[in-house]
């Protein structure tokens, strides 16, 4: 029995295990450092979303367009218990009709700045814009009767205009339609409270906006906007056809929404983005109407019939189509941190190979905790690289992360392996390592081509430096030594 087992101490093969099973118990570790990345990063979206709540939000904006409020009125027939005709009742109901602007046009910029909360920065931006554009004359005949031999009384129109965070309302916006500036009030009247721009804000208009519109002549507008939001700004094409033009000192724009810009331009002094859309290619127009119910009239059961209508019809044309633009992040430190920690198994297999091959060609035997201890300073990288990343630029805590593990392990092999020269080879491997984790976190596109040629290539050297190793004599105890096949190799390892 204790030949056996002095021959299982010796054996290679039994080494190899051991470390095979070592590597799989550093994966403990590693996932408890990544369940911290992920408790960060979700940190990170509780400060966005509170400072969402008490700040201001992403911005949606719909608008400007015009309401039309009016009285449609009926004669009903009276009946008697029998089904008699005994008269005639009148009955009315007050509705809304939505009028569009034919052209709209966004001219504006988007100053960015960030807002912190706890240790963690959300990013934000101030749009100054002026909204430009024309109605055409308004045409009676367009409203359509729900009644038969109905009668329509218009009332007077009135400008809206919606955002989906009017917090962020930077001052008072102005409009002017026909060259009368027209005053903005609160809330829009008629609409039902669930309504899409039920809170947004509304103008009636007077002087000669509104002669303009009694004479049935176009009606042209321009409005001035200052808004504040977070992150992204959303735009509803509203208009026959919709037009935008945004700039802005940030260099990591990200476009997203329905339609994505016909032209844009980015550099690091910022970008530079176009967007133009036909009402021919979106039901966006379709969906602002189908969200915008009045309140009707409760006695009213084909009213309360065309309300739910309504708003079925709002869930089936889905979510509002819109064209967007986000101030992304350049770095996500949680999010590059995580991308890191998925590298982390293979850096410890690979380091932890590396110290196995100096013990087989320079006959330096490592004790299992030696490899232990190599093992969780790789670990402990990673947790150094996410908290240094939460105060310094991610490169900067990258470096420091990295230098600190090169500078631990290439003194700590230098006394293991009773030579500077090999401490520091050692050491250089390990910064040749990190330097390829780095060109992968910053190369995303290419991360599974660089992560599989350097696996590639650190099992090719591998190979080469074993091929003439006698691994039964190795695996049987045998004393003897293999003599070193690539010494230049296993030395650069």
Known sequence: MFQLLKALQGSMLVKVAGLLMLTLLLCIPLAEINAINRER???QREAAAELAATYAGPQTVVGPLLLVPYVERWMEPLRNAQGQVIGQEARSKEMTHVVFPDKLHIEGSMAPHERYRGIFRIPFYTLSATLGGGFSAFDPKSVAHSETDSRIEFKAPFAVFGASDLRGLDGS?????????????????????DALLADGIHAPLTGAALAAWEAKAPLSFEMKLGLVGQDTLSMVPIAEETTAHLKSPWAHPSFGGRFLATQREVTPQGFDAHWRVSSLVTSAREQVRAGLPGRGDAASAATAAAVAATSHAQRNLGPLQTFDVSLAQPVNVYSMSTRAGKYGALFIGLVIMAAFMFELFRRQ??????????????????????????????????????????????????????????????????????????????????????GALLTFGMLTVLMLAT???????????????????????????
Request: proline share 5%; glycine share 10%; no cysteine.
């Open 365 to 450: 035997r490592m004790h299992p905790v030696q490899y232990g201890l190599v093992g969780l300073s790789i670990a402990l990288f990673f947790l150094l690289l996410l908290a240094l990343s939460e105060k310094l630029a991610f490169w900067l805590a990258y470096a420091s992360a990295a230098g600190a593990s090169v500078l631990l392990l290439g003194i700590y092999f230098s006394a293991v392996l009773q030579s500077w020269t090999r401490g520091a080879g050692f050491g250089a491997y390990v910064a040749v390592l990190y330097g390829a984790l780095y060109g992968l976190l910053a190369s995303e596109s290419n991360a599974l081509l660089l």
């Open 173 to 193: 916006p102005s409009i002017a339609m026909n060259g009368e500036a027209l005053r903005f009030r609160q809330r829009v009247p008629g609409l039902a409270d």
């Open 41 to 43: 990063g979700s940190s």
């Open 467 to 493: 091929r003439k190793v006698d691994w039964y004599a190795l695996s049987a105890g045998n004393p003897r030594m293999p003599e070193p096949v690539l010494p230049e190799a296993a030395a650069s390892v």
